[in-house]
């Protein structure tokens, strides 16, 4: 259905972007992981060109702590912690309870000082770092 909708005369690559972007959100919290990665190396870029990562980046943390990879999901975390901070605005609801689950997911699993350590280190990579790290395997 979305490919067939970005062919559409009213598709724009934002909003198949932020489509996509919803669709993986969903995937994430029903717990199709594979599903969701594919959707995610999707639109990451698009994203990325609008500035708007730091949007959905809650819902890519959440799918790595709930694959295991708890390193690149506190990574993740770190970096979107410090870029809303320095936005100064409130995450969306959805994006909240993102956030909240793969942070109860890291603290089920790693030590306070190792995810203290990885949140830190988030913080400080690029956006394209991040987007990198968003879509490995």
């Known amino acids: 259905a979305l490919a067939q909708s970005s062919k559409s005369a009213f598709a724009t690559r934002n909003n198949v972007g932020l489509a996509l972007a919803n669709l993986h959100g969903i995937l994430v ?7 969701a990665a594919v ?3 999707d639109f990451i870029g698009r994203l990325h060109d609008l500035g708007a ?9 959440l799918r790595y702590a709930k694959s295991g990879r708890y390193d690149i999901a506190a990574k993740l975390t770190g970096w ?5 901070r320095r936005k100064a605005v409130p995450r969306q609801l959805n994006e909240q309870r993102a ?5 109860a997911i890291l603290r089920a699993h790693l030590s306070g000082a190792e995810i203290t350590q990885l949140l830190a280190q988030g913080a400080t990579l ?9 879509i490995e395997d």
């Open 53 to 61: 990562t730091w949007i959905v980046l809650d819902h890519f943390a």
């Open 99 to 103: 956030h909240e689950s793969a942070k």
């Open 80 to 84: 979107n912690d410090e870029t809303v």
């Open 29 to 35: 919290e029903r717990g199709d992981l594979a599903e």
């Open 126 to 134: 690029s956006e394209d770092d991040i987007c990198r790290l968003s």
């Open 39 to 41: 959707v995610g190396c």
